[in-house]
């Protein structure tokens, strides 16, 4: 073109050229064929336009090329968007993009020169060809396709999309290659290379949704249909293929995101299921730290966990040699998980600990197992541990037992090497620190320890000593671990002591004394229950033990020795007509078997039996049983008539004999000679101190509770009650975790028998905040205040009243009960004369002082005790209370409220339980009161139950100390402001309270500030003059207290403030008051004021008190 | 006779021979030893004194050694004598 038109090149403009470009241009768009010439000619036309024309040639090149893409991308988008099926769309977008997507690669090929010279025009600098930038016409064609059809209909695609991934999960065939080409038309579009974002935030995210979603739904249905263990078989196998389907369906480079698909899809399944398996934990535990860390580790993670899973839902059925070992493995897979993995992330390892803290605590664990094989034989005792309150695992036990396989004769040891089974007993101490009640395992170790020294079958003595110092190092108690030695040391002096008295008695042949062994212990170390079990011994034994004794006497002088028979045991040469055998036996089935000594074919009744063996009645059934009835023994040694199936069905005449036809059976052959043991599981106790071998776990938990209670109480001296339980905890950890209601009851003993005290100044607080939480659940709660109609009700009275304002704005139902028997049984504080006017003048005191502080009176119950309390059912409740009430406690409930005198009257001990049957008869959820009523609120929750009534919740409220200071006298005026002063008499005084500058404890004044104004008002305005700085304004208490504290507030400011807000309150009240009829009633109920004052003042009662501590407290005193 | 023994293994356990449960000065049982001692036994014997009370021996040496004047059974105020 160049030579042909010299001139033409000089111009070469691109008006000039652009027609010639253009239809080729469209050609290669629609993909028509396209010569080899007009190729070229491209390039050349491309070229010349952009060197050559500089009136902004390349630019209007780049335009007119951008106009006809975007014209053939509306052709396409049109085509496309015709196809109204989903399907049918997708299809068709997926072609016209194929094509599309091709073109895009060919077409920028001619343009690189128009990209040259744009780039260069732009920088100004040199190309950095080097870069390998991407190609500025690809760019733009995809910017155009994106901009035009992807973005409208790519939620039409998408969904389509999902929804054959949908058809495909549930067994469709479709073809794949329409969801792969959406996810390349996605992942081609970023125009980028490195940049996935239109990807990852459409199709990856819509994909994981869908399939989050899925699963979802799936899971639980199929777990619900198929039961635990083919549910985890097939979420097993929906791993493996949403594996294979998420490497099909998403782009590899993004890895991450299948990893954490996967993960998002097991968390999924298996949060739904086992949910109180330990897995769970593990799971939620893992989710944040894994999805945080390298995700490429999930895989592997999940793919262990689930093969656990399985592994954990087998154990169901199968003895504690599987379940620990399957525990082991579980610990130890996930300790080298966690180690590869995680290299040991301290994050992990607490996850871990906690999981496995689930795992082997858990109860649930075995009951899942019975639920999920109904079939299977209930392996597994009921829970051994004696606790009836609340179920414990089993695993400690199991692990008791394991050791126990490990450490003696068993086929188990035999199998390993002392190396094996060393690692093996470390990894049981491992998980043992995970094992809340420790005691149990250490009971049962110490069991199964007893047996092996007694019977001598430790497999290795080494390792039984090592194992001690072992459970020393993983912080056993001392006193146990050194228990345990002590159990080794008898055993050493014992075998000292048997070669002694073997050379001892060489001189008398022929004797027993060659054959014997006898193994002293120490009672302390061993000892479980003394209590001897009578026998008569064979005669060859009756010889031998005082020689025994007589030389166990002259060794140590000032012992004896007491036999522990039970424990005892021997072999015996045992002939039947068949051979002759040898059998190790107890002492019991030795002393049994040879009545029949001095005559063998003869049948003996139990009774004889319990004559010649002088056994006790349990002892001797259990020994014949286990000699008629020994397991997997074909033929007995004893028979019996008539056969029973349980040892307690023997009768004193049933007769038992000698089984002539004895033998032992090997490989199906009756044997002449052989061996047998017939002693099974050693019995450590008598079937009498079985029982209370049990109860003494308990017991010795409630022992250790208090013994560490008083420790700590000893260093701390003062605690807060959630501290002690804290410490409590760090110190039992090592033997058992104490439930909260044992510490609670063993806090009480010790409060109850002096060893510590409870601090009264601090309790403000609920009893039976639980059922609390468990009503609000459900409904609102009704609850009542009493006051007892005594003296004359002050402004402390604010206090429950501004609290019960409170429970009306959380929906309580509040009933308010004037107690006007009560007034009258605590020491006739209010006189029988007085009652009525007294209870008259409460009520509208009450009423008057609700309607103060804005209580709509509507909503509130009234209620007077004599109303219900003289009724026929509610008298009959007393006098049952009184045959369940001791004296002592019905003293001690009301300490603190009764008025106490020297020789209490009846009607001072009636007063609580009258008060505790209040709750029943007003049909309420909790009473409120203050917390000088603890005494009788606990009273009413030991005795309600007892009486068949449920037990009721206990609020209170803090008391409010006296206006005067701590020490206060009722004969005072000044320390109390009753409602009815006049602004004159508060201002008295107030003037005279104790507000001592800086002291924030004994102040009355403060207190009112406090638990009245903050808690009506909201704030503390002080009118404070301006000579003294000002107005102020509090927000909150703290901040009064500390400036009080810090002696910014002067006390004089202090008291203005609180005098305001008292008349404030007041006023209404006294604007009340002020009708006549209420003035006679004052003066009826309270006659001759001046005289009498000190009589009701200083009756200060109980309910009084909760809001006159002031004057209360005083006369108590 | 068809049964005959081989041989016996017995189990025994060791008591003092007193006629008190506790020592009465440290109030540990006997079989186990003074608050001083690790293990019961011949290294924590019991004395018996003549007026037949009997204590651990580091107990009422403890005991004797601390009274300078006359050395009375700290339980009936008898005078100690150890019984032979």
């Known amino acids: ?1117 | 006779m068809k049964v005959k023994i081989k041989s016996w293994r017995g189990v025994a356990v060791w008591k003092w021979i007193a006629n008190d449960d506790n020592c009465g000065i440290c109030r540990n049982g006997f079989d186990g030893c003074c608050p001083d001692c690790k293990m019961p036994g011949d290294e924590c014997p019991l004395v018996w004194g003549q007026c037949s009370h009997c204590f651990h021996i580091h107990c009422i040496m403890k005991w004797l050694n601390s009274q300078n004047v006359h050395q009375l059974c700290p339980m009936c105020r008898q005078e100690w004598k150890f019984k032979e």
């Open chain 1, 1 to 1117: 073109m160049l030579k042909q038109s010299p001139r033409k090149q000089e111009k070469g403009s691109f008006e000039e050229y652009w027609p010639q470009m253009r239809p080729v241009i469209l050609k290669l768009l629609q993909q028509e064929p396209v010569s080899r010439s007009e190729w070229q000619d491209l390039f050349w036309a491309v070229h010349t336009v952009c060197l050559w024309d500089d009136k902004g040639g390349p630019s209007k090149l780049h335009a007119a090329l951008k106009e006809d893409i975007l014209e053939f991308i509306h052709k396409a988008q049109a085509n496309v968007m015709s196809h109204q099926e989903d399907q049918a769309l997708l299809k068709a977008y997926i072609a016209a993009w194929r094509k599309f997507f091709i073109q895009c690669n060919y077409l920028p090929l001619p343009f690189h020169q128009l990209e040259f010279s744009l780039t260069n025009k732009n920088t100004g600098t040199t190309t950095k060809k080097s870069q390998n930038e991407e190609s500025i016409v690809r760019k733009l064609m995809h910017d155009s396709w994106n901009a035009s059809i992807f973005s409208n209909i790519k939620h039409r695609l998408q969904n389509s999309a999902m929804k054959l991934v949908h058809l495909e999960r549930n067994g469709e065939a479709f073809d794949s290659q329409l969801v792969i080409g959406v996810r390349e038309s996605y992942v081609n579009l970023c125009s980028s290379q490195n940049d996935k974002q239109i990807y990852r935030e459409n199709f990856e995210k819509a994909y994981l949704e869908a399939t989050e979603s899925c699963y979802r739904t799936k899971a639980p249905e199929y777990l619900e249909a198929n039961g635990v263990q083919n549910y985890m078989i097939w979420a097993d196998l929906k791993l493996k293929e949403e594996e294979q389907r998420a490497a099909k369906y998403l782009e590899l480079a993004s890895l991450p995101a299948v990893s954490s698909l996967f993960y998002l899809l097991d968390l999924t399944i298996e949060y739904l299921q086992l949910s109180d398996c330990c897995v769970k934990v593990l799971v939620t535990e893992f989710k944040d730290l894994i999805l945080a860390e390298c995700p490429g580790m999930i895989k592997e993670n999940e793919t262990e966990r689930l093969a656990d899973m399985m592994a954990a839902a087998d154990i169901i059925t199968q003895d504690s040699e599987k379940y620990v070992e399957q525990l082991l493995d579980l610990f130890r897979r996930f300790s080298r998980l966690v180690k590869e993995a995680f290299l040991d992330d301290p994050r992990f390892l607490t996850a871990r600990d906690k999981a496995f803290k689930r795992v082997v605590n858990d109860t649930s664990v075995f009951k899942l197992e019975l639920t999920a094989k109904p079939k299977g034989q209930v392996t597994g005792q009921p829970c051994s541990v004696p606790t009836k309150l609340q179920p414990e695992s089993r695993c400690p036990e199991l692990l008791a037992n394991y050791c126990d396989m490990l450490l003696r004769k068993t086929p188990l040891s035999r199998k390993l090497t002392s190396d094996e089974i060393e690692t093996k007993l470390k990894e049981v101490l491992l998980v043992l620190k995970y094992v809340q009640n420790k005691d149990v395992f250490m009971r049962y170790h110490k069991a199964h320890l007893t047996r092996r020294l007694i019977l001598d079958s430790s497999a290795d003595n080494e390792k039984e000593e090592n194992m001690v110092e072992w459970l020393r190092d993983v912080g056993m108690p001392a006193d146990y671990v050194n228990k345990l030695a002590r159990m080794f040391q008898d055993i050493k002096v014992s075998e000292d002591l048997n070669q002694q008295f073997k050379n001892a008695q060489r001189s008398n042949e022929g004797s027993l004394s060659d054959s014997i062994n006898i193994k002293i212990l120490n009672a302390g170390a061993w000892a479980r229950g003394s209590e001897r079990v009578q026998v008569s011994l064979p005669l060859e034994l009756e010889d031998v033990i005082p020689e025994v004794e007589e030389f166990y006497r002259r060794k140590h002088s000032g012992r004896k020795l007491q036999w522990y028979h039970h424990m005892s045991n021997g072999t015996i040469t045992f002939c039947s007509s068949v051979g002759r055998y040898d059998l190790d036996v107890t002492t019991f089935q030795m002393a049994t078997l040879f009545t029949w000594n001095e005559r063998p074919h003869d049948k003996i009744s139990f009774e004889n039996l319990k004559l010649a063996t002088e056994l006790p009645d349990a002892e001797l059934r259990r020994t014949l049983w286990s000699l008629v009835a020994f397991p997997k023994l074909k033929r007995q040694i004893l028979l019996c008539e008539p056969e029973v199936k349980n040892p307690k069905d023997f009768t004193d005449s049933t007769l038992f004999y000698v089984n002539d036809d004895f033998y032992i059976v090997k490989n199906g052959k009756p044997q002449k000679r052989g061996k047998l043991n017939l002693i099974g599981r050693l019995q450590l106790s008598t079937e009498k101190s079985k029982e209370e071998d049990n109860e003494s776990i308990v017991q010795l938990r409630i022992l250790r509770t208090q013994e560490a209670i008083v420790k700590i109480m000893k260093m701390r001296k003062r605690i807060t009650n959630a501290q002690l339980q804290t410490e409590l905890v760090e110190i039992l950890k090592n033997m058992f975790l104490p439930s909260k209601k044992m510490i609670k009851e063993q806090i009480e003993w010790l409060i109850e028998h002096k060893y510590m005290r409870r601090d009264e100044e601090n309790i403000g607080e609920v009893l039976g905040e639980d059922r609390l939480k468990e009503i609000l659940a459900t409904r609102d709660v009704s609850l009542y205040w009493g006051t007892a109609t005594t003296g004359k009700p002050h402004i402390a009275y604010f206090v429950p009243m501004s609290k019960i304002a409170d429970f009306l704005k959380c929906g309580c139902e509040v009933k308010i009960l004037f107690a006007d028997l009560h007034a009258y049984l605590d020491n006739m504080k209010a006189p029988w004369e007085l009652l009525k006017l007294r209870t008259e003048y409460y009520e509208q005191v009450i009423k008057a002082m609700l309607e103060s502080i804005g209580v709509p009176l509507d909503k509130l119950i009234f209620v007077h005790g004599s109303d219900y309390q003289l009724s026929k059912e509610f008298t009959l409740d007393v006098y049952r209370l009184t045959t369940l009430t001791t004296e002592h406690d019905a003293k001690k409930a009301g300490a603190e409220v009764v008025k106490q005198i020297e020789h209490p009257l009846i009607s001072s001990l009636l007063y609580p339980g009258l008060q505790a049957l209040d709750e029943e008869y007003l049909k309420v959820d909790a009473q409120f009161g203050g917390v000088d009523q603890r005494k009788i609120f606990t009273f009413a929750e030991k005795y309600l139950p007892q009486l068949g009534y449920s037990k009721r919740i206990h609020l209170m409220n803090p008391m409010v100390p006296g206006l005067t200071g701590s020490k206060m006298s009722s004969s005072e005026e000044e320390s109390k402001i009753d409602i009815l002063d006049t602004p004159e008499m508060v201002k008295r005084k107030m003037k005279k309270a104790f507000c001592e500058p800086g002291n924030i404890t004994d102040n009355g004044v403060l207190a009112f500030v406090k638990y009245v104004i903050f808690p009506l008002f909201g704030q503390f305005k002080i009118n404070r003059s301006d000579k003294h700085g000002g107005p102020l304004l509090f927000v909150d208490y703290d901040a009064v207290e500390t400036e009080f504290k810090e002696e910014k507030l002067h006390p004089g400011d202090l008291k203005l403030g609180v005098e305001s807000y008292i008349n404030e309150l007041l006023n209404p009240i006294r604007e009340k008051f002020k009708d006549p009829k209420l003035q006679s009633l004052v003066e009826s109920a309270y006659p001759q004021p001046s005289k009498a004052k000190k009589t009701p003042k200083s009756a200060k009662a109980k309910k009084e008190k909760v809001v006159k501590t002031v004057e209360a407290e005083a006369t108590a005193k």
